[in-house]
């Protein structure tokens, strides 16, 4: 199984998250927030965290990211 970790900026886990896929079998990707493209993987993984310095509203941010685009 081929899972994409997505990572924004500031955002923290996101490397817990990838070794957590690897000790269940996937084969995990980091995917940066400015790319395109989530075909071929099985999965989307998006870590928590800080994305965005933990401003009001981060998720709303980083929903305009074009990676996102894919997700969704």
């Not at 490397?15 to 989530?38: I, M, P």
């Not at 509203?57 to 996102?68: D, K, L, Q, T, Y």
Request: aromatic share 12%; charged share 20%; proline share 4%.
């Amino acid at each position: 199984m081929r899972v994409a970790v997505v990572t924004f900026p500031g955002s923290n886990c996101d490397y817990d998250l990838y070794k957590a896929a690897q000790q269940v079998g996937a084969e995990a990707t980091f995917v940066w927030h400015r790319e395109r493209g989530l075909d071929g993987y099985d999965a989307v993984l998006l870590p928590g965290g800080f994305s965005y310095g933990d401003y009001l509203r981060a998720g709303a941010i980083a929903r305009m990211s074009p990676v996102m685009e894919d997700v969704i």
